[in-house]
């Protein structure tokens, strides 16, 4: 059996965390630049706030109802993250859970009896809740898919279902798979959904109960086969191991107001490249591609970095995990990108070509220069893990930074800094 273990409006739940007066009150959190609703509790939901629209749009109604309104704070959400993906570690073993993204992580149970399924997710709830302050909901059955349509419908009505459904049964699957929409099925994404439609087939169960050889050629061959296979119970999309090396390592930011000359645009290419330099030497890789890209204002930023008109690259003569050595190519593809006249919106930085640190061969004419440069690389990284704030940065980061996204209201990083600690009075 798999579990899905999902954390409820999640960045609501972390800000209710340390204020606990919210508890009952309409809470939405905004998205870089404080730009979008990315989160919504279950109160604001039901005040009609639409997820992903625009928050200038949405204010009205949010002081109308007295929404209680927060930029996004990922110091804080990325703590309480690894604080409920640990908290699963230590209940099913470390081998057993999936991450599947900030939010969510897949749990692989140990052979049970059916009537005892229902009991163990509930104490794995009751654990994480009591262990990390975040509500979760949790869908327990055969394979990923339906345990993720289980969880749809534990959250779907939380007060029936407690936050836990378990479809262990083939008559508990068929039931929800009739009455749930094929939009609403994990996998089948908007472009399918839409042909399914066309094609007169509407809920998950008249998916499930059509042959492999139709969704292989309907479906997109082996991904329509597995969720075939998956629909009507069988294990098709297993667990995967928790991937430890990234093959791409990149760091995107908006302005927090358009910007017009090139020196600001460098101060923060320059900052997200030391950012993502401190990243690859986490993992002990270095890099041997550079990739830039700036969006211009009104420029389609969902465009492929790869395309002329907003990125390039250049190649390495040697890969490296050295900022310096990183940010002076990158300045470099700022300088081909720029466009004088044109205002700027979004920049961003990623390292590839991503070989193990260890592997770079040194200088022949200077052997020392490599490990001396690490040492002082390694360095600043503690120093800056254990003060934050890139208390030391690079001259070509800028120091004033007006550049810096928007996040005026952002509450504490309540467990990531020591002067933001919350205080019980």
Partial sequence: MKAI????????????????????????VLSNNDGCIVSRSDEAKSLGVQMAGPYFQ??????????AVFSSNYNLYGDLSMRVMDTLRSIAGKEKVEVYSVDEAFVDLPDMPIAELE?????????????????????VAPTKTLAKLANYIAKKNKRVTGCITVLATRE????????????????????????????????????AT?????????????????LIRELRGEPAVEMKKELVEKKMIATTRMFGSPV???????????????????????????????SVFIVRKGQNHLLDWRDGNIGTHTTLPVA???????????????????EAGNTYKKAGVMLSGLVPDASVQ????????????RRLMDMMDNINFSQRDDILKFASSGTTRNWKMRQELRSGRYTTRWDELFEVR
Avoid at 5 to 28: I, M, Q
Avoid at 119 to 139: D, H, P
Avoid at 173 to 186: G, H
Avoid at 362 to 373: C, T
């Fill in 58 to 67: 949405a204010r009205h109604l949010i002081e109308e109802n007295g929404i």
């Fill in 320 to 338: 490296t995990s050295i900022t310096q050595e990183l940010i002076k190519p990158a300045l470099e593809l700022v300088d081909h990108l720029y």
């Fill in 119 to 139: 009991q163990a997710a509930r104490e794995m709830k009751e654990t994480v809740e009591q262990w990390t302050g975040i509500s979760v909901s949790i869908g």
């Fill in 172 to 207: 508990q699957q068929r039931e929800a798979l009739q009455q749930t929409r094929l939009n609403n099925i994990w996998g089948v994404g908007y472009a399918n959904a839409q042909k399914l439609f066309n094609l007169g087939i509407t809920s998950g169960w008249e998916l």
């Fill in 210 to 226: 059509m042959r492999e050889e139709w969704a292989h050629t309907h479906l997109g061959g082996v991904v329509g086969v597995r």
């Fill in 362 to 373: 040194g200088s022949l004419f200077n052997p020392e220069s490599k490990n001396i440069q």
């Fill in 5 to 28: 273990v999902d954390c409820n409006s999640f960045y609501c739940s972390c800000e209710r965390l340390f204020k606990p007066k919210l508890d009952k009150r309409p809470v939405v």
């Fill in 260 to 290: 017009d000359n090139i020196t600001a645009i460098k101060e923060a290419v320059a900052t997200y490249t030391s950012r993502a330099a401190e990243k690859l030497r986490r993992q002990y890789s270095a890099a041997k591609v550079v």
